[in-house]
């Protein structure tokens, strides 16, 4: 069975561009979850999805960043424009019920300078 | 306001040794606990869980205890290897959010 897998692994953009992240849950994981973690700081939770529905988008820092999760399958996290504070590993997640274990990908390297 | 400490930003245990993690936490919602564990340039790999109903929980080489009167819960490796060094996060969650709620990290060495 395949992993959470997120693209791209890393990049590397300039003050006030936007960049979209990509996030493909395990297949048949309704629950989707971003979480953030910058700069060896704790892992903050950014949003979460019920298949399509956004069920928690508490941890979202502000209207920079957007998050779509169309049919229900993967889903993208736009942040336009990048600020500086930005920067950090975007790490994506899923489960199969809410209550079951949540299982990671291998996280984005966004860099904004 | 963090709700979940690791205080131990980094421990080194010699190979063959007891590792032990701990982890603090304020809120007395949280009924589920979870280490994860992370390699450089991966994402957290889910170790070991708890809930609150338990005071231990054991899987092989790994066991989590629960002490909730503290709200304290801890990470035992036994034996360390080599290839258990990375960093451990403690997270936490409460039913009905089930977001997870992560500590610093702390970065285990176990010295061969």
């Known amino acids: 069975e395949a992993g959470v897998t997120q693209f791209p692994s890393h990049s590397v953009i300039e003050k006030g561009q936007t960049v979209t992240l990509r996030c493909d849950p395990i297949?048949?994981?309704?629950?989707l979850y971003w979480y953030r973690r910058v700069m060896g700081k704790e892992i903050k939770f950014l949003l979460h999805?019920?298949?399509?529905?956004?069920?928690?988008e508490s941890g979202m820092p502000n209207n920079r960043f957007l998050a779509e999760r169309t049919g229900g399958t993967y889903s993208t996290l736009k942040v336009q424009p990048a600020e500086l504070e930005d920067s950090g590993v975007y790490f994506c997640?899923?489960?199969?019920?809410?209550?079951?274990?949540?299982?990671f990908g291998p996280g984005t390297r966004l860099l904004v300078l | 306001d963090q709700q979940v400490k690791q205080n131990s930003p980094s421990l080194s245990v010699q190979e063959g040794r007891i590792s032990i993690l701990n982890c603090d936490y304020t809120?007395?919602?949280?009924?589920?606990f979870l280490w994860y564990k992370k390699y450089p340039a991966e994402g957290p790999t889910f170790l070991i869980s708890?809930?609150?109903?338990?005071d231990k929980n054991e899987d092989g080489r790994f066991t989590v205890f629960l002490n909730k009167s503290a709200k304290h819960l801890s990470l035992h490796i036994v034996p360390s290897q080599p290839g258990d060094s990375a960093v451990y996060f403690c997270?936490?969650?409460?039913?009905?959010?089930?977001?997870?709620?992560f500590g610093t990290g702390t970065r285990l060495k176990v010295l061969a």
């Open positions: 997640a899923s489960s199969t019920q809410v209550y079951e274990t949540q299982y």
């Open positions: 297949s048949g994981h309704d629950n």
């Open positions: 999805f019920v298949k399509e529905s956004k069920q928690d």
């Open positions: 809120n007395s919602m949280f009924d589920y």
């Open positions: 708890i809930s609150s109903i338990k």
């Open positions: 997270a936490a969650s409460t039913s009905g959010t089930y977001k997870y709620i």
